[in-house]
């Protein structure tokens, strides 16, 4: 589904990504594991294209998809939820879900009725104000957003980190109920939340990826559990 061939990208004279590549095939949770400063962000800011890599090439559902504006991959089927997630806060959660599924012009499975039921913390909030909630709720709505555009692939950048457990267990569930039906491509510091929910993992490290493996040859790997997981 996501093809990423020997990509480089640069934040000015900066030379972050040095030749990562990796792939997500359809119906795959794929990690990509790494400290702080690894490279996780950068990895899915090129793929999104809003840092474009200056070398390597990117292909998205048998596309050639380099340098395309992140609305263009949104159009494709690609959604993206950053770090720094953004609410409209005067709006209830019933409505953020509404707007984004306006916004998307996608038909699909995913409605504000299943995406609710999907999240039963969020349905006991529908009618509170984004604004409102606390920021794990938050969180937790602005990926249930993404997938009212019924992407084709969801990319989740560190989805727990500033989680509280019981929020992460919530997480939990519903990244293994949607991973039937949608690929996903999971940044994590948090390694045993995502050697549970991924079946692929990439260790980057500096801009490269040093190491990929299922999450079982992840986990049985000491090396990579001490020098990059810090499990
Ligand atoms: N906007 C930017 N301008 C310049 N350098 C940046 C910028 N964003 C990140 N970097 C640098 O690029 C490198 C990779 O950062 P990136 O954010 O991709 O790492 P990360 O793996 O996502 O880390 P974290 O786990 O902290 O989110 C780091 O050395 C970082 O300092
Ligand atoms: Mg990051």
Redesign the pocket.
């Known amino acids: 589904m996501l093809e990423v061939r020997e990509i480089h990208t640069y934040?000015?004279d900066?030379h972050?990504l040095q030749g990562v590549s990796f792939e997500v095939n359809k119906g795959e949770v794929v990690c990509l594991l790494?400290?702080?400063?690894?490279?996780?962000?950068?990895?899915m800011?090129s793929v999104m294209g809003v840092v474009p890599p200056r070398e390597g090439k990117i292909t998205f559902l048998g596309e050639e998809t380099t340098g395309l504006p992140p609305y263009r991959m949104v159009k494709k089927g690609m959604a993206y939820v950053p770090?720094d997630r953004r609410v409209f806060p005067d709006l209830t959660v019933e409505e953020n879900l509404e707007v984004a599924y306006i916004a998307a012009r996608r038909e699909g499975r995913w409605n504000v009725e299943v995406i609710l039921e999907l999240f039963p913390m969020l349905n006991r909030l529908r009618n509170r104000k984004a604004g409102h909630l606390s920021g794990g709720e938050q969180q937790l709505m602005v990926i249930a957003r993404a997938l009212m555009a019924n992407p084709a692939m969801l990319i989740l950048?560190?989805p727990c980190e500033g989680l509280a457990p019981i929020i992460v267990e919530e997480l939990e569930g519903v990244i293994m109920e949607i991973r039937q039906e949608v690929t996903i491509l999971l940044?994590e510091?948090n390694a045993p939340f995502a050697l549970r929910v991924s079946h692929r993992g990439y260790v980057?490290e500096k801009?490269r990826i040093k190491f990929h493996g299922t999450t079982k040859e992840l986990m049985e790997n000491q090396e990579i559990q001490s020098r990059y997981l810090a499990l």
């Open positions: 934040y000015g900066s972050v790494g400290r702080n400063g690894a490279g996780k962000t950068t990895t800011r770090e950048d560190e940044a510091q980057i801009g």
